[in-house]
């Protein structure tokens, strides 16, 4: 019941966006080598047809585009883009949710870890 109210927003987007689209030509082919990985990381042959590797490609580049676009419509209400935006869109699909706030935290530590390394290391040169 909720789907035909949403159809219709991302139709309207679409149609929007066509002439954006038509402007914008986007390289092909950028991220097939990842791609290609990342398909047979999943369980496809090794060595997959470049048609369905251009077909994944356009699905994600589409999606990535999209999410981007709604964050930034988010955002623009408080006048800037943060990544609270992008996990409040994909608050509803738990698994990305958890896996966007590991990798979050992650880079945190990471952050920390070199902060605490820079600083053992000036500390080293301070004593010589």
Same mark, same amino acid.
Request: with cysteine.
């Given at each position: 019941m909720s789907n035909p109210s949403t159809g !219709? %927003? %991302?139709? &309207?987007?679409v149609g929007?966006?066509?002439p954006a689209e038509a402007s914008f030509k986007r390289k092909r082919g950028v991220f097939q080598?990842?791609?290609?990985?990342?398909? #047979? /990381? +999943? /369980? =496809?042959? &090794?060595n997959?047809?470049?048609? !369905?590797?251009? $077909?994944?490609?356009d699905i994600v580049v589409e999606y990535v585009t999209d999410l981007a676009h709604k964050a930034q =419509?988010? /955002?623009?209400? *408080? /006048?800037k883009l943060s990544v609270e =935006? +992008?996990? #409040? $869109?994909? *608050?509803? =699909? !738990?698994?990305?949710?958890?896996?966007?706030?590991?990798?979050?935290s992650m880079q945190e530590e990471l952050?920390? &870890? *070199?902060?605490a390394f820079e600083v053992d290391e000036e500390k080293l040169a301070t004593l010589e």
């Open positions: !219709t %927003s %991302s139709k &309207a987007k929007s966006s066509q080598k990842d791609l290609q990985h990342m398909m #047979y /990381g +999943f /369980g =496809d042959d &090794a997959p047809l470049p048609e !369905t590797v251009t $077909l994944v490609e =419509d988010i /955002g623009s209400k *408080r /006048g =935006d +992008f996990l #409040y $869109l994909i *608050r509803k =699909d !738990t698994p990305k949710l958890n896996r966007c706030t590991e990798l979050l952050k920390q &870890a *070199r902060k």
